[in-house]
Structures are given as C-alpha cells and as structure tokens.
C-alpha cells in the first residue's frame, strides 16, 4: 500500500493551515466548514437545476434592479441558515439584500464578518453554462455583540480570507487566507472537496481577453485603443490575444487564474462604474488573484485599497496576469496609444 498520496479535503487543509499559527482559536475552521456545507446544498440544487422546475424568476427585482432567479434566493437563504447559528459570525451582508444581515438574537456572535455573492452568473442559469458563489471575511471592527454596517464596510486588504465555488463540468472551491491560493474539487460520490490544485500561481503575461464587447461604442477611449491593441497581428507579444466571455466572472475570473490574461468590466460613458459590486465582487476576486500573483485595478487605483462607502457600490474591474493589468492601465490612463498603421 503507498501512502504517499496523501487525500487533503478543505477542513485538513484549513485545520493545517492553523496549526501553522498558533495564534488561530479554530473559528476560521469552524466557518469555512460551515460554509462548504451551505455551497454542498447549492451543488446539489444548481445540478439538478434542468430537472426540476425551480428555474425562471419569481417575479421580483434585487435591490440593483434585476430579476431574482429562484436559485439566487435558495442560494442567498442557504449561505445565511448555514452561518446564521455557529458562533463564528457577528454580521452578515448579501448582494441580495440590501441591509446587513443580523445574527438571530437566540444564537451567539463571533469576531468575523461575511460578504457573499450567493448566486453569481445567474443570467446563464437557464443555459445550463457555469455559475458560482463568491465569498470575502473580514475581522470584526466593533467590540462586541451584534455586528454592525462599520464591520462590514471594510477596505478590501482587510479581507482575512476570499474565495469562489465554480459550479461547472466539476465543482470547484478555491480560497485564501493570504497564505496562498488553493483550489479544491468536488467529489460528488463522497461529498467532499479535495485538495486538487494547490499553490495556484497565474502567468506572468497570458494570452485571452475577456470583456462583453458589445459595450464596446459606450467605452472611454483608452478602453477601445487598448482592445484594439490586443486585436492587432504583432508574434512578439503573442498578439492578437484569443476572446473568451461567459458572462459569469466567476467562471471568466476561474479561467483568467488559470490560463492568464485579463477580466475586464470597465466604466462607460452609460455606467461610470460599470457594474460589479466592490464588496461581493470585486473585493473577493482581487484578494485571490493578488494571491496567485496577479494585479487588480479600477483603472487607477489598487481595488483593495479602495474605501467602500455604501454596501452596494460598483466599480470598474481590471484583473488578471501582471502585465497584462498594467499594461490596460497605461491604456485607460493615456499613456499608451496605439503604433500608427504602417
Ligand atoms: P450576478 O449574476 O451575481 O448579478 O452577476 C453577474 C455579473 C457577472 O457575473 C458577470 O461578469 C457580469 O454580470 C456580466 O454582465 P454583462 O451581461 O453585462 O456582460
Ligand atoms: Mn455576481
Ligand atoms: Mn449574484
């Protein structure tokens, strides 16, 4: 028998992870196992999605204005059950919800805060084409007792751990904790992900865009010249780049980590701060890709260093592969233009 293959599922490595710090009380565990459980549930119910009459909307609209599919609000009510009662939480905030969302009274508080995107890409969920569920921890700010919107809006390098569940040909969890970037993969006959990509490190430079180009006649002028850049013949820079958008940043994000390139949502002159959310998006993303070596911007500014000031805020998006993210920045910022046509 060899036991040099060693079966790592996300408890161990967390639990591992700690035993490293001896500082850690054992509550991260705790709410990560928590957590996996509520996206095992998601799993089960997003799989089954074609089966079942559960797709289509409801009939209402989020908060941002767009219809609520049934799966984003079974995936909103499952993340808040499975962390509502564990003691690990001291307030919770969801892209669904406009409010934070309180601990019941009957139930103890902790010293963390959760941020979530329980459904994201949810507009291909009648496609049958990937989906995910995003998350972002942060350390309590308030002493004690019920948590409050102070704890939650929070500065995105605060984060103490971000990650992604990527509901596709397999199911994927992939998180850090400022240690690294790990990824786990569902195996659906034991329930449990395992550790099947560790130390996830994204190329210095990639090939692939991604972006939905449709917008392309509402983009600032940097945004089209730098588009136009990635699109001219040049073997030197591997240019022209490929395009890919599914339309889920989690899956478009998934794919940018591995392969490189870069994710783009920029601002136009429609929607200045184009349309992902900082805190449930933006935040959790970039903690990951700067943790797999990558850069995250707004065009200007580091996204985790931007100061949140309403739960809901959108912001432009830039990320992915190093130099690929600067060299889009020189872009936007004008200090890049392209060669004249020879
Ligand atoms: P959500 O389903 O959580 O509202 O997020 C959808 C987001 C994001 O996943 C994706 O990158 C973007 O919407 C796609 O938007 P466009 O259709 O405007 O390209
Ligand atoms: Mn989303
Ligand atoms: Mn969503």
Redesign the pocket.
Known sequence: MSFKQKVVTIERHIIEGERAHPDASGKFSGLLRDLTLAVKIIWREVSKAGLVNILGTIGRENI?G?QVKKL?VFADEKIYQALDHGGHLCVMAS?ENEDVLHIPDKYPTGKYVLLY?P?????NIDANVN?GTIFSIYRRITASGKGTMEDCLQPGYKQVASGYVVYGSSTMFVYTTGDGVHGFTLDPSIGEFLLSHENIRIPKRGKIYSV?E??YRWWHDGMKKYVKYLQEEDKATSRPYSGR?I????A?IHRTLLYGGIFM?PGDTRHPDG??RLM??ANPMSFIVEQAGGKSSNGTERILDVRPSNLHQRTPLFLGSPEDVNECEEFLQGKQTLAPAS
Request: glycine share 12%; proline share 0%; charged share 30%.
């Open positions: 941002h767009e984003d892209e995107d459904l994201d890409g949810s507009s989906i939905n449709g917008n958008y339309g889920s940043m989690v478009d949502y349309k992902l449930y998006e």
